[in-house]
């Protein structure tokens, strides 16, 4: 009798690992090639530490979004842009900056290594630089927010990309 309870409790635990397994399976990991295929910027963490992703140590890809999204901003044009970043596990975060008018921009975070609160931020302005897009102005208890960081050379070379395209 023993011998029995014991083969059915082996058979019910290879049956709950064999369904663990399966819903892992069911929700596949969202990879940079989604996210550039959702036409999201995409920043890839290559550390763990804040003082190094602040000073350098990211990746980015996909930066046309950003500067389509900084030419309607220049325009005084409504537009969205959604930024993905990578941990250095794989694991993604997205965030959404929203553009409404003159004064009015709202930024969704969801990503944490920064420093930055999580939350809906409504901010009154944004300053682009070579490394950064950082909002200023902003309600709680933050008035500065970065919001997309990235590097001096990723910065550049997306730019030139992005302008010869912007000739064809």
């Not at 900084?70 to 993905?84: F, Q, R």
């Not at 969801?110 to 809906?120: A, D, I, L, Q």
């Amino acid at each position: 009798m023993r011998k029995l309870w014991g083969l059915w409790i082996v058979i019910l635990l290879f049956a709950i690992a064999a369904c663990s397994d399966h819903e892992s399976e069911k929700k596949p990991k969202f990879t940079v090639k989604d996210a550039i295929s959702k036409n999201h910027v995409v920043i890839q963490n290559q550390s763990d530490n804040r003082n190094e992703l602040l000073t350098g140590a990211v990746k980015a890809k996909n930066l046309q979004p950003m500067f389509a999204f900084l030419d309607d901003v220049n325009e005084g044009k409504e537009s969205k842009v959604k930024i993905t970043v990578f941990n250095k596990k794989g694991n993604s975060t997205t965030s959404e900056l929203h553009y409404i008018s003159k004064g009015k921009i709202e930024f969704l975070n969801n990503e944490k290594s920064y420093g930055m609160p999580t939350g809906k931020f409504e901010c009154s302005d944004m300053r682009e630089s070579n490394e950064s897009v950082q909002l200023g102005g902003c309600k709680g208890d933050l008035a500065n927010i970065l919001a997309i960081k990235y590097t001096i050379r990723d910065h550049l070379l997306a730019s030139i990309e992005y302008k010869k395209r912007n000739k064809q």
